[in-house]
């Protein structure tokens, strides 16, 4: 179980009587602002970056804002109770780690930092396909503690099989497979700096470590192919190559291999022609329950639903796909309202605080993901900053709880809330 907010708050205010303020602030502003401080300019970008003008992300924001919860007097809510049930397991809260790719940017090893960060309070964490490291290495730093992965569908049809198989074999609880990235979205922030860390050999952990893919580089490493033209640019981009691809380093520069391996990720990492017929393949092709990410139409949640998928997580990425997209939270309030309260409804995109958490658990959710924040913390703290920002929000959803006379999860239910009109 959580440790309750009160005993949060406690840790908190005795240090504070010794003088110690926290190393990761209590607030997402005060986080947020120390950690692009903490940032170069290519990593914040990438990570706290959005899709055309921001629109998305602002309107995630915004509608939050519209909901007010409503708390509830002498509910003798003295004890709460976070847990919930959730693909057949029993987890100590509705709070799951979001997968964050390229997530080294911010410091070395982010992957297993993060999982480290994960593992210390018990909280699930989502392996991204984008990691920095090798699921399997992940999966060993966090023990007994539910680990998922996030599939990209490949081009190639051998590798997605090969990633699959690797997370059965790590014990994954559930795939779950990004629908939304097809094809990258317009970043404006990462395309002024030129900037993609893929094309530096950063977030192809996953595949660097994959056998069929090994394979592919191999084949393609020994076909003639253009020269580069030399430049100061060109040479920072092959030492970063040599340095983030795994092995030695001196090894790495004379060799193709990593040049090799960041021109065939780049060629085959995601298929734009990804269907519906592709993923009715995955209930014959695994026995992890099935989870898709980034539905955010409830036509597209049913059709999820027909083709025996055990989850879906409603999301728009986070606003880095499409401007001027839907709010996540108002999708989410849609999809509820198609499918029914039985299927399973995880939820991510503008997520913040515990209050955040509370609201959308409230709007239909089974469970929330929680993204750019814990990466925010991984910055400040690595993996002790990570557990600090899962310790932040859980307090603050516990209090709010009991603010609210919910005593559990189930209780946190619609007719707590108000739309406040804004």
Not at 94 to 101: I, K, N, Q, R, S
Not at 126 to 155: D, H, V
Not at 293 to 310: F, H, N, S, T, Y
Request: hydrophobic share 45%; proline share 6%.
């Amino acid at each position: 179980m959580p440790d309750t907010g009160l005993a949060r708050q406690s840790t908190v205010y005795r240090a504070g009587t010794l003088g110690r303020r926290p190393a990761v602030p209590c607030d997402f502003a005060e986080l947020e602002r120390l950690a692009k401080r903490a940032s170069s300019a290519e990593a914040w970008a990438y990570v706290a970056g959005g899709a055309g003008e921001g629109r998305t992300m602002r309107r995630n924001r915004e509608a939050f804002d519209r909901w007010a919860i409503v708390p509830r007097m002498a509910a003798g809510a003295v004890d709460r109770d976070l847990s919930v049930e959730l693909l057949g397991a029993r987890l100590p809260s509705p709070l799951l780690l979001a997968p964050v790719g390229a997530g080294a940017l911010m410091g070395r090893d982010s992957d297993l930092a993060i999982a480290a960060g994960a593992a210390a309070t018990g909280t699930p964490y989502i392996l991204s396909n984008q990691g920095c490291n090798p699921m399997e290495e992940c999966a060993a730093a966090m023990g007994g503690t539910p680990r998922w992965f996030q599939l990209y569908w490949s081009k190639d049809e051998r590798l997605v099989d090969s990633l699959i198989a690797r997370a059965e074999r790590i014990g994954a609880g559930a795939l779950v497979v990004t629908l939304d990235t097809t094809v990258l979205g317009w970043r404006p922030q990462d395309l002024n700096l030129g900037s993609l860390p893929f094309a530096k050999g950063l977030g192809i952990a996953q595949y660097t470590s994959d056998p069929v893919f090994q394979e592919i580089v191999a084949e393609r490493a020994g076909q003639p192919r253009e020269r580069p033209r030399i430049t100061l640019g060109a040479i920072r981009t092959l030492l970063a190559m040599s340095r983030n691809h795994p092995g030695r380093f001196w090894a790495n520069l004379r060799s193709p291999i990593p040049r090799a391996s960041v021109e065939t990720f780049l060629d085959i990492y995601s298929n734009p022609g990804l269907s519906w017929e592709h993923l009715a393949t995955l209930k014959r092709r695994t026995a992890l329950p099935v989870v898709l990410k980034g539905i955010l139409d409830p036509d597209d949640a049913r059709r999820a639903l027909e083709i025996g998928v055990d989850a879906i997580v409603v999301s728009n990425h986070g606003g880095r796909q499409v401007d001027n997209a839907i709010a996540a939270l108002d999708a989410l309030v849609r999809v509820r309202e198609a499918v029914g309260p039985e299927p399973v409804l995880l939820f991510d995109s503008g997520v913040r605080t515990g209050a955040d958490v509370f609201t959308a658990v409230a709007l239909g959710a089974d469970a929330v993901l929680l993204g750019r924040p814990h990466l925010y913390g991984f910055a400040l703290a690595g993996a002790h900053g990570v557990a600090e920002v899962i310790r932040n929000v859980l307090a603050e959803l516990d209090l709010t709880m009991a603010l609210s006379g919910a005593r559990t999860i189930a209780e946190i239910t619609r007719e707590r809330l108000r739309e406040t009109g804004r």
